[in-house]
């Protein structure tokens, strides 16, 4: 009897593990875009963060500024500095690789919205949860994103 109960347990711990890897996975992902918006925190090179002067930190935080928003239709909206922008988005769950592809040129005057303009652009990978989102270019180099409420 004991050995029956022992080959139960062990079957219901392996059963158990199985679900919570099946619960964990890439379909969680998509979720992290479909319908949020993200706003830039920083960006992030190999030395660390790239803008750390108050006044361009004070940039950053402005309202409804330097934001990007993902549609589940594969589109996406977004604005630098004063200029808003658009295209679409794909991503591989299972690759964790993103494309963006902004419709039309877009040449910003001041430095921090070039910045967001070109690491969108140049971003192929991303990693995230709910709390946070990177989208990191060819040299890991970053933008750091967090959750976002648009006041409209």
């Not at 910045?115 to 990693?127: D, G, H, M, T």
């Amino acid at each position: 009897m004991r050995l029956i109960n022992r080959i139960i347990s062990f079957v219901l711990i392996v059963v158990g593990i199985g679900f919570t890897l099946v619960a964990c996975n890439d379909e969680d992902d998509i979720d992290i875009f479909v319908g949020r918006t993200w706003k830039v925190s920083n960006f992030f090179g190999p030395a660390g963060p790239v803008y750390t002067k108050a006044d361009d930190l004070k940039v950053l935080e402005q309202e409804n500024c330097f934001y990007i928003r993902f549609e589940s239709s594969s589109k996406f909206t977004g604005r630098t500095l004063n200029k808003e922008f658009s295209g679409t988005w794909s991503v591989d769950l299972e690759k964790r690789t993103i494309s963006l592809r902004l419709n039309g040129t877009m040449t910003p005057t001041d430095a921090i919205s070039r910045q967001f303009i070109k690491s969108l652009n140049e971003a192929v990978l991303y990693r995230g949860d709910y709390n946070y989102l990177n989208l990191v270019d060819e040299d890991k180099a970053y933008i750091l994103f967090h959750p976002y409420e648009l006041e409209i």
